[in-house]
């Protein structure tokens, strides 16, 4: 006989309340979903009607809000769990429901490194770079991200295969990653995030040491800083959050608890960046 699974209501509430404790971080970041679609949606839009939102910076950018966009069209399965209360589901299905998501959740990661990136190269070299036509140079860029969300999603389906039947807490997408691949997951993305960390450091020690730099630069960097900023905290607040789990082996009820508010800061900086660009075109 197959082991009932356990529903949101079981794992989370007290029997005859509702649980609010899942319904507040549940309704905050479908807030911040609708606020991150629209916001990603119009910097896509803008930079693909306008030719002067076209440079290889922006393009970057674009690809960025392109897989944010998709991550957070992703976050329906959060609240398809919390509204049917099928928060855990077997290993198997939750890999095929958020492999996607997933896909472009480690793009936006990986494409915030690249804005950081071409910014720095901008000023070391600003007349070389980039050092190839544009369309090769972005066409690289994306190549080198996609080989590097599919192998990383290879690892998670290959962990998959070894317990497809292993019942896990769907409910934030990430959840896919288990055993081994959860860890490689987590510390590639640690890795990644301090990268980010160091280069945008890097790029702003070589404005205030740059004599050249003009204040259109300094105002694109103030927005992509800010931006980035928000960014890694989200990502190192809900790292931490997720690596504690794993070391201290919590139970399903307070993994439900931890994944869905540290997902709260990740979203937030998801949705920021069209918003933090427009305020700061504004002030200045």
Known sequence: MEKAIPTVSESVATSGEVS???LIPTAIIFVLTV????GNGCIVVATLRNKNLQT???WLICYTS??????QVGHATIFYFVLTGQNIVQLRYCYYWQFIPVFCMNLGVYHTLTVGLDRLLVIIYPTSHPFMPKRVYLSLVLIVGFIYSAVLLAIGYYEMLKTPDKEVVCVIMIELYQGVAKTIWVVVTVILVNMVVV???LF???IRCSKGADDTIKKAMRSITVVVAILVCGWVISSVSRVTCLLLNVDNKTLTYVLLYSAITTNIGCSANYYVYYWISILD
Do not use: E, K, S, T
Not at 66 to 71: G, T
């Open 20 to 22: 609010l404790p899942i």
């Open 35 to 38: 606020f991150g679609l629209w």
């Open 56 to 58: 290889v910076c922006n």
């Open 66 to 71: 392109i897989a944010d966009f998709i991550h």
């Open 199 to 201: 280069i945008y450091g």
């Open 204 to 206: 702003w020690l070589c």
